[in-house]
């Protein structure tokens, strides 16, 4: 369907106008269809009773049953859900049809269950995990202990989840953390050079070559002028496109192999990769083209108001793959620690684009084939996809409307579009099926939309067409369809992240769960199935992936360090443990088993520094053991064949009960023991 520029500025005020209409933000008139009475649900005897018994309807029980995961069936949760926590700084792992959290990763905040920042040798990774290099942030910086986490980020090869990392987006603080698989546990929390928040994502390149973080709100050149950062804000602000090199073993990003594109002080969004056709490029959405700075305490506009004046906002289209030959010819320069490709030479050499897009998008998302960049602008009823193959034959033609203030050319939007599809108030994010489907959340609406691509998926009248509208409970963010962000989507299940849950569980208090609800795709007509409150944080994004593509480790091999992965020197075996003296230094080789701590007792002197090498000695699977210190904020986790390396100052005089705190067996209570710490 060919659209004008000028229809979609029509349509983008008949949003606007939905948007003021519809902009009470909340419960939203649904009519329950739910039913009541259990009425000719098939049953017979005692299911029948128990449905009858409770009120529940035909619809209700087919429900329930799609969702249900008998007790030792864990086969049937064929698919895992990796979700962000929000501002509890963490990842959530859920397991799909059953929607049961099955584990909270710590990543960028403390989780005392795991023992993650309370002592360890991991401890580095939320104190210390900033690069030498970051960007001339205080010392402060280095002792954050929380995060905002978005976009999460799973390793792929040709395209495909590997079940090998996990990457996610510290949105708040602009670091990114990366999580190995085979442990579910993180191993590296990087402070990203130049970046100060990033919303948009991380995503990883088709064979996770790299993985991508953006800058959110710009980032000043020169922190010494932060008293000119808002009166100067288009000659001294820019954004950052980062390329993070992934060592394709550890999963750790290497920074002296990566790279970042300079970028206009647009606030760049929701980016996506290119994949198949459009590998090779990296496509991220952008609002307040206007530079809007805010201000309304000093007489000026809000930023909301300042932020939506033009027309169109900026999408950025990156040739990543040129950037690469530009950093090997060493056209860059190196800014904190990273090489920088300058918004001129970005330009100069046909890496950067931009293309116009309906103001305020919330999301840019490449369809499964590559060709298809759908984008939802908040304030427009439409979403807009775009050709990849208009897009290159646009570059190569020279097919630019103007170049923006920077000198980035910026292609004619109606020389890219593919179509647009009238989806409903409020679209912000799209996930595919494999049959060429899009699903767009519709915040205002508290709908998912379900419609069609063009060609090869749909043809003639069938493209770019509504095909379903589903209401859901409340207030819609992201969404996510299994392995929707992959060149060949799972289908089945769709999950709404919902933000509002009002009404849909028992009162608990003026702060309310977030909602995930469970959407069957098999049907004619899509259908809620299930409803899941989030109740340590906000989740924003999700990806989900086959569970049969993670290959866990059920233990770890005796006397591994989790953050390697090897074995470590300081293992201890049965009969090696002990404890030394070494001046001021107190040394102890510990074994841990059920159900006891061996050396059991540890003696100190006032100001010693303690060094503690921890083994768990166990082979069983699940036999996890803990180390706790009262009152020195010391509590460690060790799974089977795990080891711990701690280190603190005995600085309190006095008897410390040591104790295991993982009821690991019967005598788990005798596991205990004593540092004493003498004056």
């Known amino acids: 369907m060919a659209i004008t520029r000028r229809e979609l500025i029509q349509g983008a005020t008949v949003g606007g106008a939905g948007l003021v209409v519809g902009g ?52 049937m949760d064929t698919h895992m859900l990796f979700c962000s926590g929000g501002h509890s700084g963490q990842v959530l792992v859920m397991g799909v049809p059953s929607m049961k959290i099955m584990k909270v990763i710590g990543v960028f905040t403390p989780e005392p269950w795991q023992g993650y920042g309370y002592g360890s040798d991991a401890d580095v990774l939320i104190t210390g995990g900033t690069t030498p290099a970051g960007g001339g942030i205080s010392k402060a910086r280095n002792t954050l202990t929380w995060g905002d986490t978005h976009h999460p ?62 800058t959110m709100t710009p ?58 056709v459009s590998d090779g490029w990296v496509f991220i959405n952008s609002y307040n083209s206007e530079m809007a700075v805010g201000g309304n305490n000093e007489g000026g506009q809000p930023l909301e108001v300042g932020a939506s004046q033009n027309d169109f906002d900026m999408m950025h289209i990156i040739n990543w793959k040129k950037a690469e030959e530009v950093v090997k010819a060493g056209k860059t320069t190196t800014i904190n620690g990273v090489r920088v490709i300058k918004l001129e030479t970005a330009v100069s050499e046909g890496i950067l684009f931009l293309a116009p897009e309906p103001k305020s998008p919330h999301g840019v998302d490449v369809a499964p084939n590559g060709e298809y960049l759908t984008v939802s602008g908040k304030l427009d009823p439409h979403v807009t996809i775009y050709s990849f ?72 009248d069938a493209a770019f067409q509504l095909v379903d509208k589903l209401k859901v409970n409340y207030n819609i963010g992201h969404l996510v369809t299994m392995e929707g962000d992959t060149v060949k989507p799972d289908g089945k299940y769709l999950v709404s992240l919902n933000k509002w849950s009002i009404d849909r569980f028992p009162a608990i208090g003026t702060l309310h769960p977030q909602n995930f609800q469970l959407v069957d795709l098999t049907g004619e007509k899509m259908d809620v199935l299930s409803d899941t409150p989030i109740g340590v944080g906000e989740p924003h994004y999700v990806q989900g992936m086959k569970a049969d593509r993670i290959k866990a480790w059920n233990v770890y091999p005796p006397g591994t360090n989790p953050m390697t992965m090897k074995p ?68 460690i986790s060790l799974d089977p064949g795990e080891v711990a390396n701690v280190e603190f100052a005995a600085d309190a005089e006095g008897s410390y009960a040591m104790y295991c705190t993982e009821f690991c067996s019967a005598l788990h209570l005798e596991m205990q023991g004593w540092m004493l710490v003498s004056a």
């Open 24 to 75: 009470v933000v909340g419960k939203v008139a649904l009519g329950d269809d739910s039913g009541g009475g259990g009425g000719a649900s098939g049953l017979s005897g005692q299911a029948q009773k128990v449905a009858d018994e409770r009120g529940l309807s035909p619809d209700d029980v087919t429900r329930a049953v799609k969702t249900f995961v008998p007790p030792g069936r864990p086969d």
């Open 153 to 214: 980020a799973l390793s792929e090869t040709g395209g495909e989840y590997d079940g090998r990392f996990l990457y996610i987006n510290d949105r708040a603080n602009g670091r990114i953390g990366m999580v190995d698989l085979r442990d579910f546990k993180t191993k590296q929390v990087l402070d990203v050079p130049n970046l100060d928040s990033s919303h948009g994502g991380c995503f990883v390149t088709q064979n996770s070559e790299y993985v991508h973080i953006s």
């Open 219 to 276: 980032t000043l050149t020169d922190r010494s002028r932060a008293t000119d950062a808002l009166t100067k804000f288009p000659d001294i602000m820019r954004g950052y496109s980062t390329f993070l090199a992934i060592n394709q073993e550890t999963g750790q990003m290497e920074l002296d192999r990566s790279f970042q594109v300079e970028l206009p002080p647009y606030t760049q969004d929701l980016a996506d990769s290119g994949k198949l």
């Open 389 to 460: 193959t208009k897009v290159k034959a646009a570059i190569e033609a020279k097919d630019f409307e103007r170049n923006d203030q920077y000198g980035v050319p910026i292609l004619k939007f109606d020389s890219i579009v593919a179509g647009r599809v009238e989806v409903g108030l409020g679209p912000l994010h799209t996930q595919y099926d494999a049959e060429g489907h899009g699903y767009t959340s519709l915040f205002l609406d508290s709908a998912v939309a379900k419609w069609s691509l063009g060609e090869p998926y749909f043809k003639g």
């Open 568 to 635: 470590d020197p300081e293992a201890v075996e049965a009969g090696q443990e002990r404890s030394e003296r070494n001046g001021n230094t107190v040394e102890v080789w510990m074994s841990v088993k059920r159900s006891q701590f061996k050396p059991d007792i540890i003696r100190a002197n006032k100001g010693d520094k303690v060094v503690l090498h921890i083994t768990n000695i166990e082979k069983t699977p699940d036999a996890t053991h803990g180390f706790a210190i009262p009152r020195y904020n010391v509590n």
